[in-house]
């Protein structure tokens, strides 16, 4: 069964956030290459869609570093790097790799043809409304609609230290007509989220992703150094959960009628019903899932076990919230069969959230 919601076409309502699992595929098994161990004991074909490590039109360092050539001498360096763009803090993780990325040619080089098993969406950003039509324009020529489910327009990040919102409006005129696949905006808990959530419905945007990670600082307490590379950092995983469902309640408080697919500390069953309760349409698995420490790697096999199991059971589950998203407005053609938001629920209770 497929789920669309708005045009995205969904295997299920389970996926998995921007960058949680790199491109989709590793270049070598280590999970400082973007692509975390545990993934290799959960079939990644089995999620609802899997988003991409953010691209952008040229490769970028960020905050990190692209090479993956590093001797075993320079490791202590490299180490001492990744813990400027990535570190476990209480009830989470910070991240700076503000796009740290190969760039959007050499990802469809590289890893598209690799990932085909997969349901992907594909993960853009950039600096001017010019580049995410270039971005626009590169996924068109290589990507058939249909070969992937949405395009997912990451101008929330703060690891990138820009002002998005000064040209959100620029970009979603110009770039949205231009895609030949649904457009994902993702939002952010530290911008306006509700303005431009309004924005999103009004630009043609088929859904929202809630939340981009919450910029967070910390220090070290011995001399007041940041401890991440770009001093701010982004906070995600369980502690901001609470946040994240705050967000989704709020945009539907605010009649945004767009489907919603909520990223916010997700770890299991309960969490997912919660982010269904609030409002949303579909969940995604973070840091929490993705990055949780794995003091046995030997566990891993065990933790692919509960993945698996909770895609079945978020595969096999109704959504209790009756939203009569926007996609009820614009989609699907008459007589086409589809299940998204609202169709498959009459008569259910409604949501608690007013
Ligand atoms: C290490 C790391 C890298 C991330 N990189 C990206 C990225 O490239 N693009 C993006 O849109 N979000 C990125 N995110 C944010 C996540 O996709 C997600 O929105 C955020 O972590 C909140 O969800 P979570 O609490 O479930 O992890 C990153 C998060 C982490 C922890």
Redesign the pocket.
């Known amino acids: 069964m497929t789920i669309d919601l708005n045009g995205i076409q969904l295997r299920n309502r389970l996926l998995t956030?921007?960058?949680?699992l790199g491109y989709g595929a590793s270049k070598k098994k280590l999970i400082l290459y973007g692509l975390s161990p545990i993934a290799q004991w959960v079939p990644l074909d089995g999620f609802g869609a899997v988003?991409?490590?953010?691209l952008t039109v040229e490769p970028r360092e960020g905050h990190f570093s692209l090479r993956d050539d590093w001797s075993l001498t320079e490791f202590p360096a490299m180490l001492r790097l990744y813990a400027k763009?990535?570190r476990r803090v209480d009830g989470?993780?910070?991240?700076a790799?503000g796009?740290?990325?190969i760039g959007i040619e050499a990802y469809f080089d590289e890893y598209y043809p690799r990932t085909s098993d997969q349901n992907r969406i594909i993960?853009v950003?950039g600096f001017s409304a010019e580049e995410l039509c270039t971005l626009v324009e590169t996924v068109n020529r290589r990507a058939k609609p249909g070969d992937i489910a949405a395009v997912?327009f990451?101008v929330?990040?703060h690891?990138v230290n820009f002002p998005f919102e000064t040209i959100l409006e620029e970009i979603l005129a110009q770039a949205v007509p231009l895609s030949r696949h649904p457009v994902i905006l993702?939002l952010s808990p530290d911008e306006d989220y509700v303005e431009q959530g309004k924005l999103a419905e009004r630009r043609g945007i088929a859904a929202l992703?809630a939340?981009?990670?919450?910029k967070g600082l910390r220090v070290d307490p011995e001399n007041g150094e940041p401890f991440m590379k770009n001093r701010f950092g982004?906070?995600?995983?369980?502690?901001?959960?609470p946040i994240?469902l705050r967000v989704v309640a709020e945009l539907r408080d605010a009649g945004i009628r767009l489907p919603i697919i909520a990223?916010?500390?997700?770890r299991d069953f309960d969490d997912c019903r919660e982010f269904f309760w609030a409002g949303a349409d579909a969940v995604?698995?973070?840091?929490?899932?993705?990055?949780t420490r794995m003091p046995l790697y030997a566990l891993g096999p065990l933790e692919g076990l509960r993945i698996r199991r909770l895609m079945r059971r978020v595969a096999g589950y109704h959504p209790p919230v009756a939203i009569e998203a926007a996609w009820v407005e614009h989609g699907p053609v008459a007589g086409e069969e589809a299940v998204g938001p609202g169709h498959d629920r009459v008569g259910e209770p409604q949501p608690v959230l007013a």
């Open positions: 956030s921007a960058s949680m988003t991409t490590r953010t763009a990535l989470g993780w910070m991240n790799f796009w740290c990325n993960s950003g997912e990451n929330s990040c690891n993702k992703t939340i981009n990670a919450v982004s906070i995600s995983g369980r502690a901001i959960k994240g990223t916010a500390g997700i995604s698995l973070g840091s929490a899932v993705w990055l």
